[in-house]
């Protein structure tokens, strides 16, 4: 069946470094891919998309390309912010074989120190 | 209000208690979920309803009892938890049919300690 697998968390960042966040994912359709973001206390916000291969989903200066050869969509951003601590969700929706549900990995927990 | 909003936004509740999660959204979607987050887990999907009819049952235990009155009002209700039930509980909408994937908008969550 479908999955999505994450790199596993926490990850801890100074302020303006460089961010990348591993989502791989097995599918057996043509999937759409997603990040999500949830913020302290919060429920889950879209993030950024991605609905065919080479697809780049842009947002808030995050980035994340789909790449169907490495069955990639991995996130990344040129400098964090603080605001940007959160945990970020990988996920993935096969409208063709599970209904459009959408599969989410465990969720990676970044933490940006000032 | 805007969105899809959730009461209460945090519960205590005994093992013999019964309690009800409510889950209100706002964007003329016609399909709810109920999800359960635990801690470092994958969000597990619960519940599916698409026209107010139950479309999705995860093997969840029958001590949770979904009910979806009209396509804006989805609710949870326990009864008899265990502790191992502790946990967010997200909602969310999305609106089906539009497109080949299904943009889903989430609530903030009720957490739920189970004692």
């Known amino acids: 069946g479908n999955s999505v697998t994450q790199m596993e968390g926490p990850v801890t960042l100074s302020e303006e470094a460089f961010l990348t966040i591993n989502c791989t994912y097995t599918?057996?359709?043509?999937?759409?891919l997603f990040w999500y973001v949830q913020y302290p206390g919060e429920g889950l916000q879209l993030l950024l998309k991605?609905?065919?291969?080479?697809d780049k989903g842009s947002n808030k200066g995050f980035e994340a390309t789909y790449r169907k050869e490495t069955t990639s969509f991995h996130l990344e951003k040129g400098s964090v912010q603080v605001s940007d601590s959160a945990v970020y969700f990988c996920?993935?929706?096969?409208?063709?074989?599970?209904?459009?549900?959408?599969?989410f990995g465990q969720g990676t927990e970044l933490s940006v120190k000032p | 209000e805007t969105g899809v909003t959730q009461t209460p936004r945090h519960l205590v509740m005994g093992m013999t208690n019964k309690k009800s999660l409510k889950c209100e959204q706002h964007?003329?979607?016609?399909?709810m979920y109920w999800y359960k987050q635990s801690a470092k887990k994958p969000l597990e999907l619960m519940f599916v309803?698409?026209?107010?009819?139950?479309?999705e049952n995860n093997s969840v235990p029958s001590r949770f009892s979904p009910e979806c009155p009209n396509s804006s009002h989805l609710f949870l209700h326990l009864h008899t938890l265990q502790p191992e039930d502790s946990a967010l509980y997200l909602c969310?909408?999305?609106?089906?049919?539009?497109?080949?994937?299904?943009?889903?908008?989430f609530g903030p969550g009720t957490r739920l300690t189970v004692l």
């Open positions: 991605a609905t065919k291969a080479d």
């Open positions: 964007l003329g979607h016609n399909a």
């Open positions: 969310a909408s999305s609106q089906e049919g539009d497109s080949l994937y299904n943009e889903q908008f």
């Open positions: 996920a993935l929706a096969d409208a063709y074989n599970q209904g459009g549900k959408l599969i």
């Open positions: 599918a057996t359709g043509y999937p759409s």
């Open positions: 309803y698409n026209f107010k009819e139950q479309t």
